[in-house]
């Protein structure tokens, strides 16, 4: 019953900047790590950023400084704002999440559809 629905992607120019949103929904006891990860066409799938229940975070060097991750626990939400946006960033992004369906469920990593991102010169 657990969904995680993604939006925010599109096309934007060099330098543009969009947000991602990723919300969870269905039958959530809890959640733990949220992730953003990104494949572009013949390329592995990479961790872009990820964010702890307790606000950590950490971001592939490629993004560092121009990427931030951020959640709304009460909304079920995680976020990733990508400003300075490059060509390199162009990609299918997916988020991810640790969640927990009930108190005597164990943690599953769920995965969102994908929202594509395409950055042009």
């Known amino acids: 019953q657990v969904q995680l629905v993604e939006s925010g992607g599109g096309l934007v120019q060099a330098g543009g900047s969009l947000r991602l949103s990723c919300a969870a929904s269905?039958?959530?006891?809890?959640?733990?790590?949220m992730d953003w990860y990104r494949q572009a066409p013949g390329r592995e799938r990479e961790l872009v950023a990820a964010?702890?229940?307790?606000?950590?975070?950490g971001y592939a060097v490629s993004v560092k400084g121009r990427f931030t991750i951020s959640r709304d626990n009460a909304k079920n939400t995680v976020y990733l704002q990508m400003n300075s946006l490059k060509p390199e960033d162009t990609a299918v992004y997916y988020c991810?999440?640790?969640?927990?369906?009930?108190?005597?469920?164990?943690?599953?990593?769920?995965w969102g559809q994908g929202t594509q991102v395409t950055v042009s010169s």
């Open positions: 991810n999440a640790e969640i927990r369906g009930s108190r005597w469920s164990k943690s599953i990593n769920y």
């Open positions: 269905g039958s959530i006891f809890s959640i733990n790590n």
């Open positions: 964010i702890t229940s307790g606000g950590s975070t």
